[in-house]
């Protein structure tokens, strides 16, 4: 892994890093938007994090104490700030994904999210976007924007519930745009991105298994074999997802692979349709091409 890590390292600054970003962001949006629908599935939202985190962590807990280096002194704090952030976006996301339809709550996380992030960009890093950037972002997030409303208009289940829903999208919105720049500097800090990323997951997979066990128990579990499979599928979701955006954001522009990681919307509907068993109309269709007319515009105003 030390290689790995140092051919990572080396690829900082370089044309072939930036193009290694791009294609690590856009895997990433693929991936995010599958853990979503892993989240929101046949089970409780709840308890899917909950499987899934304690996976992770489980997997994650001999990669950290074993294989990669120690972090270095000053990343405890940074590690504490990180994982007080991601549990604010995980409770959150799990209270919008249960009072709200995927293809609803989905986009608005998402499409609120970049705009954020950019100007976090700028205001950590010093990040600067051309006009035309600016531009992509407007198209990008117009589009996704647009996909919400389309189908907010349609959702004919629980509407009584899409005002509380919207506000908690929103709110986990933000929270993307804050983990999303935090975990940018976090994994600039340490000489081995490994060690962010194993020791992230350690840290980050007990807080929901112990949240849920506290505050769900009463309930009945469902079948431990299903969901200890969504557990494990989801725990490789997260690694794959959650490791590629980390490692375009130490190669390249923070709020670049932060714009392009939400085509994630655009996948987000086809496994909707796909998977879900939800729609997607000629209007959907011509929103997604709007999203991904706008995450080109960022890459090429670039």
Known sequence: MSSLSAWIVGQEGTEAGRELALALALFAAFTHALF???QKGRHDPWMSRAAIDLSYGIMAA???LFLVPWPEPHM???FAIVWVIHVGYKLSQAAAYTAGAYTVVYPVVRGSGPIFTV???YLLFGEIFTPLQWLGIAVLTSGIFGLAAYNLRHVTLDRHRLPMALGLAVLTGG???LYTTYDAYGIRATADPFTFLAWFFFIDGFFMPIYVWLTRRSRPLPPLGPLAARGIAGAVVAF????AIL???RLDKVGEAAVLRETSTVFAALIGWLLLGERVG??????MALIAAGAVIVELGG
């Open 240 to 243: 794959a997802s959650f490791g």
């Open 36 to 38: 979503g629908a892993l």
């Open 76 to 78: 405890w704090l940074i």
């Open 119 to 121: 100007i976090g960009a």
């Open 175 to 177: 929270f993307v745009a």
């Open 62 to 64: 001999p990669v950290a």
């Open 247 to 249: 490692l375009a954001t």
């Open 282 to 287: 000629p209007r959907r269709l011509a929103l």
